[in-house]
């Protein structure tokens, strides 16, 4: 199938399959085998699942080659066997499909319109800065298995995907490897964002700009749960939406085995209305059956697709969130300070491969109400590609902010934008022939936005004319490879007044002519305007104004200079624009003195979407915090750099403080302990997510390792806790109880990690070795949670004083009473508090 002949489909409603591991489990599949080697062990039950899912209507059946990539493959020692395994599991999918073919029950027309999706997810490690796997490392174990599967099936769905970066991986791999249709799929929790904090209108936004063919979600939760994510999606939506959820949530039986609550009368009233909010590509996840496919497809079958209504809007994305503009949006500031220019301690710190700096920059602009942020790293003695990508995994692991990436070298802005977990901006594409023919394409790939810089290879544009001349050509060209109006920001090209006289004239008839007649945003750097002239804020402050009323769009400038921005703001309100009174007001009014110092407060003045404050609500304009509402001091460099997740700055304040004389206890309890308290608290409420709180925790061990021996020292005898923790066998899922471990080893707790996938009589053999306090048990898949009941039963038998305590996806409150567990938690922040109040009991 090629793209144009989906398309065609998509004019209807397509119909997915239902579950496969819930019901191979159903079937006899134990928990703890690699389910690829099963189902080829047992292709009869499987071929059968895939008959009844075509007999009851679906369009697409997915092949069994979910997690069938090189390592996934190799957690069982099979990652030499992926190219037999791949193809034995897709020859089942397309058998299956030519019996139902020709059994007698399928009309020629149909027999037609039976496709077989080849199916990718989750590799089951972490990207860097998370993890240790790097992007490229990443895009080749998914061209591997690409490579193997795509002669054989008709498109691809990449699905179950908790990350965006890793989903853009195996886009991008698709891409590269096949000229097959590409759908992505995310799951998105009861909150409406991943794991990692994607929420599903950037899910949309960064996956079509970068060509995937549908996006959607499945997995996680019911289908009334998804209503509001695919609502979001459909606002951005170019491309069709899908739709895959499970079936309810999951029960324990008498039996102990597992089922979900969710009827298929009940799930396909549920899917009517996901159907309505403009999902086209629905399906079903975790607990569907054949029966329920077989009810949506007869109730839903002759409803028509919504019409796509979203409006060609202009937005940027970082991985957690997404900027949404128009023409006449409020005005967008782009912090400017991360720039080595002018900075020679920056530049020093780049030459050393340090990127505290950075870091600080771009948290300390976030503070002061950028909405995106500039990154160029441009200057001699540096690899520009290489330090390029570390400043951008820097920055977007201490902010949630969309990012311009600025940079004249292609190789580092090509590299920059693969990797980028966003859509970015691209600063710039002028009409010099490297930079048309060589830039612009590249941009297009990686589906981002771009600056067009009036320039050409001979340099300024002499007047006016010439430089509209320039922006029409570089438009024409844009538009050659499909870029559209929505996908451009033009460059006014401002040059300084004290050598032209008309500069600022020109610059601001450039603005109007984009703004009136081109309808083409406008952005420009602030400070050239002013270059030579004494008091430059005067001159600044004066142009910006003068800019927004002739209808420019965002600036490069410092964010922390409260003349420009309180400027802005009053011209916005002057102008009518939306939001722009309280958005005016709520900026004077966080402006405090504070020791003759003026302190920011972050209140979003400009136009972002969404604003999540990063736990430190006040910054200086000389760069340091001021104390939060609950009286906290936070001059208190580690406490802020345990909430920013600075390793490389607690490790240097974490000494700093030892040598000047603090005790270890002293930092760990009036730091470290409050600040990771304040992380949990900020996770919970959603302004942190997963890449944060690992963020976080890491930073607070980094001071924990220097300040540990001391501890010691200073405890002189007591007693420390033991903790036992695993996930349970037939679980290969770690992600959540890692991150617990980290927690409760921040704490202080003597944490014995089993691993992943391990047997209940190791779990009680290590509580009794040694000697554990707490036995902690993680499980993610309903066919494993059933293993915490059992040893919650052998930990009774054998009289082990030890309180267990579980976590994971599928796990409850109910479940632990229901097992007889002596606790619950939902996160790691929970699970701390849990072990905190179970100590207390039993002392």
Same mark, same amino acid.
């Given at each position: ?23 191979? %489990?159903?079937? @006899? ?11 080829? !062990? ?148 009861? #909150? ?34 998804? /209503?509001?994510? $695919? ?32 009827? +298929?009368?009940?799930?396909?009233? @549920? ?9 086209? $590509? ?12 077989? *009810? ?10 919504? +019409?796509?209504?979203? &409006? ?16 006449? %949006? ?26 505290? *700096? ?34 951008? !995994? ?31 901006? /691209? ?134 200079? =409260? ?63 001021? #104390? ?5 001091? &936070? ?31 002293? =930092? ?26 690992? &963020? ?51 704490? @202080? ?31 993610? *898949?309903?066919?494993? *949670? ?56 039993? !002392?």
């Amino acid at each position: 199938m090629n793209k144009k002949e989906f398309s065609k489909l998509t004019k209807q409603i397509l119909f997915l399959d239902g579950a496969t591991g819930t019901n191979l %489990s159903a079937a @006899g599949m134990p928990s703890g085998v690699c389910p690829e080697k099963w189902i080829l !062990e047992n292709p009869g039950i499987f071929k059968d699942l895939q008959l009844k899912y075509f007999e009851a209507g679906s369009d697409i059946v997915l092949a069994p080659t979910f997690t069938a990539n090189r390592i996934k493959l190799g957690e069982y020692g099979l990652e030499n066997d992926i190219e037999s395994i791949n193809r034995g599991l897709i020859r089942l999918s397309l058998e299956a499909r030519e019996e139902y073919r020709s059994s007698g029950r399928c009309s020629k027309e149909r027999a037609e319109k039976l496709f077989i999706a080849g199916d990718l997810s989750m590799c089951g490690r972490q990207l860097r800065p998370m993890g240790d796997l790097d992007f490229e490392e990443l895009t080749e174990v998914y061209k591997e298995q690409i490579r193997i599967i795509s002669p054989l099936v008709d498109l691809i769905i990449i699905e179950t995907m908790m990350s965006l970066a890793e989903t853009r991986a195996a886009l991008i791999a698709a891409r590269e490897t096949c000229d097959l249709p590409v759908l992505c799929s995310l799951t998105f929790d009861d #909150s409406g964002r991943t794991l990692f904090g994607t929420d599903p209108k950037t899910a949309m936004a960064v996956l079509q700009s970068l060509g995937a063919d549908a996006v959607g979600c499945n997995c996680s939760v019911g289908p009334d749960k998804l /209503v509001y994510v $695919i609502e979001e999606m459909a606002s951005v939506a170019r491309v069709p939406i899908i739709a895959k959820p499970n079936a309810g949530l999951p029960v324990l039986n008498e039996d102990n085995s597992t089922s979900y609550d969710v009827t +298929p009368k009940e799930f396909t009233q @549920g899917m009517l209305k996901i159907i309505n909010a403009g999902a086209s $590509i629905v399906g079903g996840c975790c607990g569907t059956t054949p029966e329920h496919i077989k *009810m949506l497809t007869s109730t839903a079958g002759n409803i028509a697709p919504k +019409p796509n209504n979203a &409006k060609d809007l202009r937005y940027l994305s970082s991985e957690q969130d997404t900027i949404v503009f128009e023409l006449d %949006s409020p005005f967008i500031i782009v912090g400017e300070r991360i720039n080595p220019t002018g900075k020679k301690k920056l530049q020093e710190e780049l030459k050393n491969g340090s990127f505290e *700096m950075v870091y600080d920059l771009a948290l300390s602009q976030y503070e002061a109400g950028a909405s995106l942020l500039d990154i160029n790293v441009g200057m001699g003695g540096i690899d520009e590609k290489e330090t390029l990508i570390r400043a951008i !995994e820097e920055v977007t692991s201490a902010v949630r902010l969309p990012l311009v990436i600025d940079s004249s070298n292609v190789e580092a802005m090509e590299e920059a934008l693969r990797r980028y977990p966003g859509r970015a901006l /691209v600063n710039s594409v002028s009409l010099e022939e490297k930079k048309i023919k060589e830039l612009l394409p590249i941009v297009k790939k990686y589906g981002a936005m771009f600056i067009l810089l009036p320039l050409s290879d001979e340099g300024l544009p002499k007047s006016l004319s010439e430089k509209k001349e320039i922006i029409e050509k570089i438009l024409r060209e844009a538009y050659k490879l499909g870029f559209k109006d929505s996908d451009i920001v033009v460059d006014g090209l401002v040059q300084t007044v004290g050598a032209n006289e008309k500069a600022g004239l020109e610059t601001l008839e450039t603005i109007r002519y984009c703004h009136d007649v081109l309808k083409l945003p406008t952005i420009c750097g602030l400070s050239n305007i002013s270059f030579g002239l004494p008091e430059r804020i005067n001159v600044n402050a004066a142009f910006l104004d003068l800019a927004i009323i002739n209808g420019l769009t965002m600036a490069i400038m410092n964010p922390s200079q =409260i003349r420009l921005v309180s400027s802005a703001l009053a011209t916005d309100l002057l102008l009518n624009r939306k939001g722009a009174d309280l958005r005016y007001i709520e900026y004077v009014n966080s402006l405090e003195k504070v020791e003759e110092t003026t302190v920011i407060k972050k209140t979003s003045p400009s136009s972002t979407e969404s604003s999540v404050n990063n736990g430190n609500e006040f910054v200086k304009a000389d760069g340091s915090i001021a #104390s939060d509402d609950q009286g906290r001091s &936070k001059n208190d460099e580690i406490y802020r750099a345990v909430l920013s997740g600075s390793k490389q700055k607690i490790i240097s304040e974490t000494k700093k403080s030892l040598d000047e004389g603090k005790k270890a206890k002293e =930092i760990l309890d009036l730091s470290l302990l409050p600040a990771i308290d304040e992380v949990g608290k900020l996770f919970e409420k959603g302004k942190y997510f997963l890449p944060q709180l690992i &963020k976080s925790a890491e930073a607070m061990s980094a001071s924990i390792e220097i300040l540990e021996p001391l501890l010691k020292e200073e405890k002189s005898g007591e007693s420390t806790v033991t903790i036992v923790i695993a996930t349970v066998k037939g679980d290969i899922h770690d992600i959540g109880k890692n991150l617990v471990v980290l927690m409760l080893k921040n704490y @202080g707790y003597n944490v014995i990690d089993l691993g992943k996938d391990v047997p209940s009589d190791d779990i009680i053999e290590a509580a009794i070795r040694y000697d554990a306090d707490i036995i902690a048990l993680s499980a993610l *898949m309903t066919t494993t *949670m059933t293993e915490m009941e059992t040893i919650v039963k052998k930990s009774h038998e054998k009289k082990i004083k030890a309180k267990i305590i579980i976590g994971g996806a599928v796990t409850t409150q109910e479940y632990c009473e229901l097992i007889d567990a002596d606790g619950y938690s939902g996160d790691a922040q929970e699970a701390v508090i849990l072990v905190q109040k179970l100590m207390k009991l039993l !002392e």
